[in-house]
């Protein structure tokens, strides 16, 4: 694995833990989080990036296999 590859998916690691950091101790999506743009806007943001890290990841290399992914389809 090259580390172009080992960054894209640090920054997914990343974006998770600031999606964990978001919630913290109140449990995932709690019944309020729709009622908090900043909150959803935040989660959005890091999923956004998710996703562009793993279209990186797929365009640079091929050969690995990433499920559920668009390019899945």
Known sequence: M????KKHLQDIM????EIEYF????GKFPPTF?????LCMA?????EAIGKAIHKILKSD????ITN???DS
């Open 23 to 26: 919630f913290n101790d109140t």
């Open 43 to 47: 989660v959005e943001r890091e999923i």
């Open 34 to 38: 729709r009622d908090n743009l900043c």
């Open 69 to 71: 992914s668009s390019k």
């Open 14 to 17: 990343t974006a998770i833990d």
């Open 62 to 65: 091929e050969t690995i296999a």
């Open 2 to 5: 090259d580390n172009l590859t």
